[in-house]
């Protein structure tokens, strides 16, 4: 709620599926800096007489999606043509999914909150536009590249559940962690894999009709979603008060101003002239392959994160960042089962493995928290091992061994050491002995030097009995 106002957000998510080739030709997909039109085909092109084909890994991707939302799977499904002059699409319409969707009526948990899911479907993403000069009408020419054209989105759309700009961007991180973690989309929105367009309108708190709506779209950051939220709700809510009205339209999101801008009057359906897809024939949706699907997928994000804190006693702000990686959550109870401690495997895991981008093994994982957690390392040479091993491979007791890591913790051996440390800082041993415990910081600190090795319990313990 803003004000006497509140916020009614939808959101309409492009997603797309992890597939080698397009909807409905066997182009690739490509990558971003491949040759401009490299990944083209007849069918690409929209060439009269050529017939589409389903691609079957995208349609098994959508509807893992579904089933990890909760969706119900029809047994008939179909394409239809949206016929609209897209410029990067050249046939003049898209195929897509309009009263016979691949999925309809699920739901996604956030944290108390239900968001529910209109529905999933299939459809194909255009290509791209290059104009040539600063700004599209001061531009002297224009260049198509259909290198994206074709290539398979399914769409996820919720209804209108979401109050606030946070509440949609924790949706979409979410979903995100819920894609990658059932392998159907890397979700990358760098890469242009997820992009999202909330509807937002308001309305005055306490009443039930919808407010007029305006629709963003192709927003590729959780930064840009949240900001581009706040600013609209900001404008409609300043339209409103000062007597204007908001107008149902298409708008864009200008990062470098940091502001939303008009880009079309908002099309309805009709406005589509929506009709089956001739050169496709209605699938028939197996339910015996629905099962199968529905039993391969991996324990999802949620009801892992809610183990990860009722099995390990783990925090609940740890659970939500390890259950967030699919590979961090296995990482984690590999080595826990493995026989590291679940806490400080977490804390590794969160502090040091993530921020790296890299796995190590969970017998080598295990392998370090138990050598740092029995006091053979410090802490410092742990990552200093485990940064070693990520990049040879080898095991942390052979780099353990190799560099003379073991720590001194024989009381006799670093006693000298305290001794020499004590004589040479008489100022800060007085400030100790004068109640201030932070002088013994600096002592310590003298010992790391002088003895790298030591035992810091051990030798904090002896030269705190020595100052008494």
């Known amino acids: 709620m803003t004000g006497r106002w509140e916020v009614v957000i939808g959101m309409e998510v492009h997603v797309q599926p992890r597939t080698r080739s397009k909807m409905f030709c066997g182009c690739a997909v490509g990558h971003i800096g491949d040759p401009p039109n490299s990944n083209v085909c007849e069918i690409c092109g929209g060439m ?35 016929n609209y002059m897209y410029p990067d699409l050249p046939k003049g319409y898209q195929i897509s999914q309009y009263d016979l969707p691949m999925s309809f009526n699920g739901h996604l948990d956030l944290d108390g909150r239900r968001v529910r899911i209109r529905r999933v479907h299939l459809e194909e993403d255009t290509g791209k536009l290059i104009h040539a000069g600063d700004k599209l009408h001061k531009a002297w020419e224009s260049f198509v590249d259909l290198n994206r054209a074709g290539v398979p989105l399914m769409e996820i759309v919720s209804e209108p559940d979401l109050r606030s700009a946070d509440e949609a961007r924790d949706y979409a991180v979410a979903l995100r962690t819920l894609l990658r ?10 890469k242009g894999q ?34 581009a939220i706040l600013y609209e709700v900001a404008r409609q809510k300043e339209a409103l008060e000062s007597g204007g009205t908001v107008v149902q339209e298409t708008r864009g999101w200008s990062d470098a101003e940091q502001r939303t801008f008009s880009q079309r009057s908002k099309e309805f359906a009709e406005d589509y002239r929506y009709f089956p897809e001739p050169d496709l024939p209605p699938l028939e949706l197996d339910p015996a392959w629905i099962e199968d699907l529905r039993r391969a997928l991996p324990e999802l994000p949620g009801p892992r994160r809610a183990r990860l804190v009722s099995d390990y006693g783990l925090p609940a702000a740890d659970a939500v960042l390890i259950a967030a990686d699919r590979d961090l959550a296995d990482l984690f109870e590999g080595a826990v089962e493995a026989g590291a401690e679940a806490k400080p495997a977490a804390n590794w895991i969160i502090g040091e493995v993530a921020p790296s981008g890299k796995l190590p093994s969970a017998a080598h994982l295990a392998e370090i928290v138990k050598l740092v957690a ?30 003379g890591f073991a720590q001194i913790s024989d009381e006799g051996a670093l006693r000298a050491e305290i001794e ?20 013994l910081g600096a002592l310590m600190a003298d010992l790391k030097k002088r003895a790298p090795q030591a035992n810091p319990k051990v030798a904090s313990e002896l030269l705190q009995r020595l100052l008494r």
């Open 194 to 227: 997820l992009r999202a367009e909330p509807n937002i309108s308001i309305r005055r708190f306490g009443t039930d009709e919808l407010g007029v709506k305006t629709e963003l779209k192709n927003i590729n950051s959780f930064r840009a979603l949240h900001r």
């Open 420 to 439: 020499a440390v004590v004589a040479a800082n008489p100022r800060a041993v007085e400030d100790y002995r004068a109640g201030r415990r932070q002088a």
């Open 48 to 82: 009269p007489g050529v017939l589409p084909v389903v691609n079957k890994a995208a349609v098994e991707a959508c509807l893992k999606t579904a089933l990890a939302l909760n969706c119900e799977i029809p047994r008939h499904t179909k394409f239809d043509r949206k």
């Open 181 to 190: 973690t059932i392998g159907a989309s890397e979700a990358d929105m760098e």
């Open 374 to 403: 029995g006091g053979r390392i410090t802490r410092d040479q742990g990552r200093e091992v485990l940064a070693e091993s990520l990049i040879t491979g080898r095991a942390p007791s052979e780099l353990v061994a190799e560099h």
